[in-house]
T-cell receptor
Framework: DVKVTQSSRYLVKRTGEKVFLECVQD?????MFWYRQDPGLGLRLIYF???????EKGDIPEGYSVSREKKERFSLILESASTNQTSMYLC???????????FGQGTRLTVV | AQKITQTQPGMFVQEKEAVTLDCTYD???????LFWYKQPSSGEMIFLIY??????QNATEGRYSLNFQKARKSANLVISASQLGDSAMYFC?????????????FGKGTKLTVNP
């Protein structure tokens, strides 16, 4: 069974902290994505990766970075968390452009 | 740049009736893919249907069909015989190339409510 796992379901962090959100997939997928979801704004793409150590900026990369040291793991890093980064974060992976993306369960991050 | 537009923030439909959720897209790519996802209140993202830009026939999956009009750059989702369990957020998404890698972008979504 296909699986994308995000390390935390809920997370509360303080302003200025460095935050790591982890995502692991067990499907040997090349492509992985990080989104944030906010009411009325849909899913906005932060970063994506098409191979190990490869990454591309999405539509809203400011304040975020990513790491992909192994094919199955794609980490989202908030260098210095701010309250406007409070959101639901979704990780996804897919094999090719013709196949669907599979999503993790999401991490609801609150920055106080 | 790739962009997905969903102009209906909310839609209402009576149970057992059909409903169309609108989606238009913008891309300069010749090869791309279009997807629809459902997100119930539980939060999981459920894949519904896929249409490739070179597919000549409209995609269908059970009660879901995709009305693909390439010249108009639209990819509307049609749900036939609506059920109460269809109440959810629906997202249209497009997959295409950016700098040689495959970007997947989503619209803002449409909240569908099915009334008994």
């Amino acid at each position: 069974d296909v699986k994308v796992t995000q390390s935390s379901r809920y997370l509360v962090k303080r302003t200025g902290e460095k935050v790591f959100l982890e995502c692991v997939q067990d499907m040997d997928h090349e492509n992985m994505f990080w989104y944030r979801q906010d009411p009325g704004l849909g899913l906005r793409l932060i970063y994506f990766s098409y191979d190990v150590k490869m990454k591309e900026k999405g539509d809203i990369p400011e304040g975020y970075s990513v790491s992909r040291e192994k094919k199955e793991r794609f980490s989202l890093i908030l260098e210095s968390a701010s309250t406007n980064q409070t959101s639901m974060y979704l990780c996804a992976s897919s094999l090719t452009r013709r196949t669907e993306a599979f999503f993790g369960q999401g991490t609801r991050l609150t920055v106080v | 740049a790739q962009k997905i537009t969903q102009t209906q923030p909310g839609m209402f439909v009576q149970e057992k009736e059909a409903v169309t959720l609108d989606c238009t897209y913008d891309t300069s790519d010749q090869s791309y893919g279009l997807f629809w996802y459902k997100q119930p209140s539980s939060g999981e993202m459920i894949f519904l249907i896929y249409q490739g830009s070179y597919d000549e026939q409209n995609a269908t999956e059970g009660r879901y069909s995709l009305n693909f009009q390439k010249a108009r750059k639209s990819a509307n989702l049609v749900i036939s015989a609506s059920q109460l369990g269809d109440s959810a957020m629906y997202f249209c998404a497009m997959r295409g190339l950016q700098g040689g890698s495959e970007k997947l972008v989503f619209g803002k979504g449409t909240k569908l409510t099915v009334n008994p």
